[in-house]
């Protein structure tokens, strides 16, 4: 039979799973179990020589099922389906985003290295970063995004920490700026500092636009973290977190996961993969009202300015927009304005926009509303937030699957 390279979306129903080997369920059941029987002890014994790296697999053996804290079936089936959408040779998911970002950290950073890092991430990881990571003995280094490569290079060796310089982490798209960073660019001031004692892992949160419209691995990351609470679970009800990359740093991802004890269950496992099913068919439906909305808003005089990646053009930024188009498929589903006036103004809004819930999170099946200066980003300091625009008159939007004219209907009538 001919050979044929399916799309990812046409594998999330199936790829992985045996019906034969679970009484032929169609769906993939909930392992809810601790711990898996061994057939004999010489299987147990070579399970485990296995998963704490005593021995490399054989050419035909598998990692046996041991205990759900080292594989559960759940976990293992949507770990490969992850893979298939990044092109990753493996995949780790987490109990949550934060999880995964800060096992990455641990893992691959120790006192005295320094992490250089774009502003501004999301909250919960700027305060991990600023606040967490210098108790370890780690030194942070923060630039702008949307500055080119030559720039962040120059902050870099005007720190006098370069020799120091052991990861580089971003968000791009950022949160909340849906502000830019080139990939590649910090792929090669990693390359720059590589020494033979270390390789500097480029580490990507791709959250805002995975794993759909945009795949890191492909342009110079060496790992992608995700909040998989938001596209990828897409519907408000499960809290986790992913990490994807080669199986060289993957194999230290997971050992420490497994150590930490931070591993999705089964039940997030079976939650994410039905989310998966519907995860293209979602996220285009999102972009393409969010591109209705955008387009509406600025154009209302009672919006100061709109940052949405559509409108990014040749004469308006040349250099983001060249990102914009080597980077990424599509404008997404993230939108923040600044609203005229400020935080009293921005308020008023929210307090008065209909359909949209006023919560915060991204990427679900709803749309959701939001006031970063006081909310995901509250716990930064007010120097750092002015430094990359998030001040009281910015609104985060994340566009949901709704019906986009009564998306604008609501948003009319709140500015109204």
Not at 63 to 86: A, F, H, K, Q, T
Not at 214 to 219: A, C, D, E, V
Not at 366 to 375: G, K, Y
Request: proline share 5%; aromatic share 10%; charged share 20%.
């Amino acid at each position: 039979m001919e050979k044929h390279n399916f799309s990812p979306e046409s594998l999330m129903m199936s790829y992985g799973y045996k019906a034969e080997l679970s009484e032929g369920a169609i769906k993939c059941p909930i392992f809810q179990t601790s711990t898996f029987v061994f057939k004999t002890a010489e299987e147990g014994k070579a399970f485990f020589e296995i998963a704490y790296g005593k021995r490399d697999k054989g050419p035909a053996e598998e990692l046996g099922l041991i205990y759900s804290r080292v594989n559960n079936p759940d976990l293992e089936i949507l770990e490969n389906r992850l893979c298939l959408w990044d092109g990753a040779d493996e995949c780790a998911v987490f109990e949550s985003g934060m999880s995964a970002i800060s096992t990455v950290m641990l893992e691959f950073l120790r006192p005295g290295d320094l992490l250089l890092f774009g502003c501004p991430v999301y909250g919960g990881t700027d305060h991990f970063i600023r606040h967490v990571l210098p108790r370890f003995g780690i030194k942070v280094l923060g630039f702008p995004t949307g500055k080119p490569k030559e720039a962040i290079r120059e902050i870099l060796a005007n720190s006098g920490m370069a020799d120091k310089l052991a990861m580089i982490y971003m968000e791009t798209p950022a949160n909340p700026t849906n502000a830019l960073t080139d990939i590649a660019g910090c792929k090669e001031i990693a390359i720059q500092y590589n020494s033979s004692e270390k390789n500097i892992p480029v580490v990507v949160d791709n959250t805002y636009m995975g794993p759909l419209w945009s795949h890191p691995l492909k342009h110079g990351a060496d790992l992608v973290v995700y909040s998989a609470t938001k596209y990828i679970g897409g519907h408000s009800d499960v809290i986790a977190g992913a990490c994807l990359g080669s199986k060289e740093l993957m194999t230290r991802v997971r050992t420490l996961r497994t150590f930490l004890g931070n591993m999705a269950g089964p039940w997030t496992a079976w939650l994410l993969m039905r989310s998966l099913e519907t995860l293209k068919v979602r996220m285009e439906a999102q972009a393409a009202g969010a591109r209705v909305v955008a387009e509406f808003l600025v154009n209302h005089p009672k919006v100061e300015k709109v940052y949405y990646l559509g409108f990014l053009t040749p004469e308006n930024d040349p250099w983001q927009y060249s990102i914009h188009k080597k980077q990424y498929s599509s404008d997404g589903a993230m939108i923040s304005f600044d609203i005229k006036g400020g935080e009293k103004e921005a308020f008023e809004f929210l307090n008065r926009l209909k359909l949209f819930k006023l919560a915060v999170s991204l990427g679900s099946t709803e749309s959701l509303a939001q006031h970063p200066d006081t909310m995901t980003h509250s716990d930064m300091s007010v120097e750092d937030k002015l430094a990359i625009g998030i001040t009281g008159k910015l609104v985060r939007l994340s566009i949901g699957i709704e019906n986009p004219s009564d998306l604008v209907y609501a948003i009319g009538k709140a500015l109204e």
